[in-house]
C-alpha cells in the first residue's frame, strides 16, 4: 500500500543532542516538504526537494538540515537540539502522473519533539 | 504570488447541523484548491479538492465545497455535522505551473456540540 512514514512519532530530547527525524514515502512521489507544526496552529514550511539532490529552505528560517540522497527518504536533522526547537514536524510528498502535475499533497503522521 | 485567509479561525455548530468553514483566496494565475482536515495528533487529510473541473466539488465524510471564481472563494460546506467532525479544517491553494509550493490558510478549528 502507497504510504508516507515518520519515525519516530515521539521524541523526548535534552538540549544538545543531534537528532534526524525520518520520513519515507512508497509511492514515487518527486517533491517532498518538511513543516513546522506548534500545536493549533498554522502550518510552516521549513524545507522542500524538488527530487534527489534538490533541497531548498522554506518560508520559516529553521536551524534544521535536510538531504534527498534517495526519491523515496527525505530526512531532517538537527544538529544541536534546543528547547524552541519543540514542536511538530509533519513531512508531506507530492508528485506527478505522466506529465501532470499532481498538487495535492500526502501527509505523513508527523513526529512530536519536545527538547528539554 | 497567491494568498488564503479561513475567515474563522473557530466555528462551532451542535450535531446534526450544518457546517459552513469560509476560505477567500487570491492567485496570480489558474488555482488548485484544497481542503484538509486534522484530529488532534495527526497528520492531515484530503478532504476534497478543486483544479479547473466541476466548480462544485464532492469530498470525502459527506463534505463539499464550491469554487466560485466571481468570489475568490471555496468554502466548505457538510448538511448535517457529526461529532467525529470535530477537527483543524485547513485550506489550500496552489498555482498551475508554478512553483509547487503551497499556501496553507491559518486553519479553522470546528467544534461540534452534542
Known amino acids: 500500500e502507497a504510504d508516507i512514514y515518520q519515525t519516530p512519532r515521539y521524541l523526548v530530547i535534552g538540549t544538545g543532542k543531534k537528532i534526524t527525524l525520518e520520513c519515507s514515502q512508497t509511492?514515487?512521489?518527486?517533491?517532498m516538504y518538511w513543516y513546522q507544526q506548534d500545536p493549533g496552529m498554522e502550518l510552516h514550511l521549513i524545507h522542500y526537494?524538488?527530487?534527489?539532490?534538490?533541497?531548498e529552505k522554506g518560508d520559516l528560517s529553521s536551524e534544521s538540515t535536510v538531504s534527498r540522497i534517495r526519491t523515496e527518504h527525505f530526512p531532517l536533522t538537527l544538529e544541536s537540539a534546543r528547547p524552541s526547537h519543540t514542536s511538530q514536524y509533519l513531512c508531506?510528498?507530492?508528485?506527478?502522473?505522466?506529465?501532470?502535475?499532481?498538487?495535492?499533497?500526502?501527509f505523513g503522521p508527523g513526529t512530536r519533539l519536545t527538547v528539554t | 504570488a497567491q494568498s488564503v485567509t479561513q475567515l474563522d479561525s473557530h466555528v462551532s455548530v451542535s450535531e446534526g447541523t450544518p457546517v459552513l468553514l469560509r476560505c477567500n483566496y487570491s492567485?496570480?494565475?489558474?488555482?488548485?484548491l484544497f481542503w484538509y482536515v486534522q484530529h488532534p495528533n495527526k497528520g492531515l487529510q484530503l478532504l476534497l479538492k478543486?483544479?479547473?473541473?466541476?466548480?462544485l466539488v464532492k469530498g470525502i465524510n459527506g463534505f463539499e465545497a464550491e469554487f466560485k471564481k466571481s468570489e475568490t472563494s471555496f468554502h466548505l460546506t457538510k448538511p448535517s455535522a457529526h461529532m467525529s467532525d470535530a477537527a483543524e479544517y485547513f485550506c489550500?491553494?496552489?498555482?498551475?505551473?508554478?512553483?509547487?509550493?503551497?499556501?496553507f490558510g491559518r486553519g479553522t478549528s470546528l467544534i461540534v456540540h452534542p
Open positions: 508531506a510528498s507530492s508528485g506527478t502522473s505522466g506529465k501532470v502535475a499532481i498538487y495535492e499533497q500526502y
Open positions: 509511492m514515487g512521489h518527486d517533491k
Open positions: 526537494s524538488y527530487g534527489v539532490n534538490s533541497t
Open positions: 492567485s496570480s494565475y489558474s488555482p488548485s
Open positions: 478543486y483544479t479547473s473541473a466541476a466548480t
Open positions: 489550500v491553494v496552489t498555482v498551475s505551473g508554478g512553483s509547487y509550493i503551497p499556501t
